[in-house]
């Protein structure tokens, strides 16, 4: 089944008991039980709900995997994830990932012993210098927030595959329409489904896909234990996003590789961070994992004065400034000041992400309204 089948037709079923083509919205936290134990598959919300399994063989079907997770928010999926390790154990990460990610390895886990090394992946052969007999995980954004560094994950999955590691994926960013993790060896995708999933700044959830039954089984007893689970009206608004996640991103490519283009011959413009770009790091491994290059992209002004970052984004008029990506609206953001505030300054700097560094969620527009709303915003600095 091809891709833009899947988003439709992947994992789903008609409802049995009315042929109703959507699922319906079961608004309830238990089911009714003939004898002790003896029910038809559900006893309790926290534990499955029919809408919430619809949406979950959904996001198995379009990743290429077997089982899904649906979980109350992105970050609810990674503190499951990391629910599977002990104290003593090792985690390597890109240096360059979401500031929510770096906050929870960092503050929180960081505390009951998980160890955890920042390190950069565009050469991703570099990831075996830190690998030791504690390391248990190797944690990869591509394309990584805010930077859009690129990194190999066939070369990841062949090194977690020779040192028995788990590969986790965040594809939030690219999305299975344009990448597919699993298919290169990652063991775990991970989607702030708030982001592109959903499609429309409407819900905030969190999703894993898994192919091994075995890891499965027991991200299945945290989401049960832990309860972070999504409701079945949030799991109905994935799902309904998802439908339409493959015209979406078709418009959401097209749109940021004009936007790019523009920015990039831009005189006030400095550099430009997009991995469409020929002279983008790694940017022959995004042609070679990639369908395309995405709707995200960042950029820095010359001069590097915080003051005139400000200045542009406070005078976008299409472009909306508000935190999160991948909605249908176009968004602006500051990392140094917003997602990425809760990584210290030296270490934000160390991989780019300056003061006068803007990050853009292009979204589905007309590309003319969004190139003049950055040439007005522009012409004032």
């Known amino acids: 089944m091809d891709f833009n089948t899947k988003v439709i037709h992947g994992g789903q079923v008609h409802d049995p008991s009315t042929g109703a083509v959507m699922p319906p919205i079961y608004q309830t936290s238990t089911y009714a039980q003939t004898s002790p134990g003896d029910h038809k598959g559900y006893e309790y919300s926290r534990t499955g709900n029919p809408t919430r399994t619809a949406l979950e063989n959904s996001l198995a079907s379009i990743e290429n995997g077997n089982y899904g997770l649906a979980f109350a928010s992105g970050l609810a999926s990674i503190d499951a994830i990391m629910k599977l390790l002990e ?12 500031g929510g990610t770096f906050r929870l390895f960092s503050t929180i886990f960081k505390k009951f012993g998980i160890n955890f090394h920042f390190i950069g992946m565009n050469d991703a052969e570099e990831i075996e210098n830190y690998i030791n007999s504690k390391t248990k995980v190797i944690w990869v954004e591509s394309p990584t927030n805010p930077m859009l560094n690129i990194i190999d994950l066939q070369k990841c999955g062949e090194i977690s595959k020779k040192h028995d590691l788990m590969l986790v994926v965040d594809n939030t960013f690219a999305t299975p329409y344009l990448q597919c993790p699993l298919d290169f060896g990652a063991d775990v995708v991970m989607h702030s ?5 959903g499609g429309h700044s409407d819900v905030v959830m969190g999703a894993l896909v898994v192919k091994d039954k075995e890891l499965a089984d027991k991200l299945y007893f945290i989401q049960n234990a832990s309860g972070a689970i999504c409701g079945p009206m949030d799991s109905f608004l994935v799902l309904r996003g998802i439908k339409t996640l493959h015209i979406r991103m078709q418009r959401h490519c097209e ?12 005189p006030k413009i400095d550099r430009v961070y997009w991995p469409g770009f020929e002279d983008h790091p790694n940017h022959d491994i995004a042609l070679s994992q990639m369908n395309d290059f995405g709707g995200m992209l960042s950029f820095t002004l010359k001069g590097n004065k915080k003051s005139d970052a400000i200045t542009v984004l406070e005078n976008l008029k299409v472009f909306t400034l508000a935190e999160s990506l991948g909605g249908v609206e176009s968004l602006s953001g500051h990392p140094a000041s917003m997602t990425h505030a809760s990584i210290p300054k030296e270490e934000r700097e160390k991989t780019g992400v300056i003061d006068s560094l803007i990050r853009l969620s292009v ?8 190139i003049k709303d950055l040439e007005n915003a522009l012409n004032l600095v």
């Open 193 to 197: 489904a708030t982001k592109y999933l």
């Open 87 to 98: 104290p003593g154990d090792e985690v390597i990460s890109t240096n360059d990932l979401y």
């Open 255 to 266: 749109n940021g590789r004009a936007v790019a283009h523009y920015l990039k011959s831009h």
């Open 363 to 370: 979204g589905i527009e007309s590309e003319n309204d969004l």
